[in-house]
């Protein structure tokens, strides 16, 4: 059995996704902030049978050396998925204004935590031929107003997912933008505004599944281009 690392696997993407690879027979560790979330999380991956309860959650922040350290114990992982991250300063601010303890905390938690962990497990990774999953956003490569913040650190995270890749042969590194999503994240960035017509996180996992089954080259993915064709048969 294949062994995954999923980070922010609490809620959101990171549940979801963490969920589905489970259903694709991957055993995991999840990690999330919210001790109780994870662990909800945790026992909502198990009733589901998908993974024989093959489920290990360590509640920490993986800005924090230890808790890395502690994800590193947990065993060799054939996947890790850097899922956790932060908006930054909300509402969300002009970069003219926008407070530089805020914009480093965005950067250590997008940015250098990512990389923190690639440089712990990618011995490992590179003995099992494994790979590398970063989530990304639109907003690394599109000028959105108020999204300075977070964009510069996604946009740091792609480059680096970049340099990585043509570094590392023996490992596929993917970095994916799932697209605008119905998340607690995303909310935070439209406060009072009705964000129900985003889709849920589940609804992309088939793609990021596929990606990674299918083990495609490494490189930047948009979700929306790579769910599964349909075949039009009886399901």
Do not use: C
Request: glycine share 10%; no cysteine.
């Amino acid at each position: 059995m294949k062994k995954a690392l999923v980070t922010g696997a609490s809620r959101g993407l990171g549940r979801a996704l963490a969920a589905g690879l489970a259903a694709a027979g991957y055993a995991l560790v999840i990690d999330g902030r919210d001790q109780n979330a994870l662990r909800l999380a945790a026992d909502g991956i198990r009733a589901a049978g998908a993974s024989q309860a093959d489920v290990t959650a360590l509640a920490g922040d993986v800005t924090d050396p230890a808790h890395r350290a502690a994800l590193l114990a947990a065993g060799g992982i054939d996947l890790l998925v850097n899922n956790a991250g932060t908006l930054g300063a909300a509402p969300l601010p002009a970069l003219a204004d926008y407070p530089l303890n805020e914009l480093r905390a965005a950067f250590d938690a997008n940015v250098i935590a990512p990389i923190a962990l690639t440089q712990l497990f990618l011995p490992a990774l590179r003995e099992r031929g494994g790979a590398i999953l970063n989530i990304t956003s639109d907003a690394a490569v599109e000028p959105y107003a108020g999204w300075g913040g977070y964009g510069a650190a996604k946009a740091a995270i792609e480059q680096a997912s970049n340099v990585l890749a043509a570094e590392e042969s023996a490992v596929r590194v993917w970095w994916v933008d799932p697209g605008d999503l119905r998340t607690d994240m995303h909310q935070a960035a439209f406060p009072g505004e009705d964000i129900s017509d985003r889709p849920l996180p589940e609804s992309v996992v088939p793609a990021l599944v596929r990606l990674v089954t299918e083990r495609l080259p490494s490189g930047r993915y948009r979700a929306a281009e790579l769910q599964p064709v349909s075949t039009g048969g009886r399901p």
